[in-house]
């Protein structure tokens, strides 16, 4: 069974960079055909998708996202990482890492349990 972790600080401040980790245990990130996603949900609103990184390494971001996002991983640690540059209040939801198994964004199977980000002055 598959288990992802999200953790990392929960109270940015504006301008600050956010950086979340997810913690992968119960499969490899470098197993072929599988993307480790970010997806957010802001209060009263949807998921959205922010980007993945595939078993390869290679990397995906949302057109909404791209400018400030960037995504790395760590394959000794079986973690992937999400930072956030210059942070503000909209940028305030739950954070989740999950694994999906039709390219980036696609239908995604493991979810972690998602870790809540405000961002207040």
């Known amino acids: 069974q598959v288990q992802l972790q999200e953790s990392g600080p929960g109270l940015p401040k504006p301008s600050q960079t956010l950086s979340l980790t997810c913690t992968v245990s119960?499969?490899?990130?470098?197993?072929?055909?599988?993307?480790w996603n970010w997806i957010r949900q802001p209060p009263g609103k949807g998921l959205e998708w922010m980007g993945a990184?595939?078993?390869?390494?290679?990397?995906y971001y949302s057109s909404s996202a791209k400018s400030r996002t960037l995504i790395s991983r760590d394959t000794s640690k079986n973690q992937f990482t999400l930072h956030l540059s210059s942070v503000t209040p909209e940028d305030t939801a739950v954070y989740y890492c999950a694994r999906g198994f039709l390219g980036p964004g696609g239908s995604m199977d493991y979810w972690g349990k998602g870790t809540l980000v405000a961002v207040s002055s």
């Open positions: 119960g499969g490899s990130i470098t197993a072929d055909y599988d993307f």
């Open positions: 990184i595939g078993h390869s390494g290679s990397i």
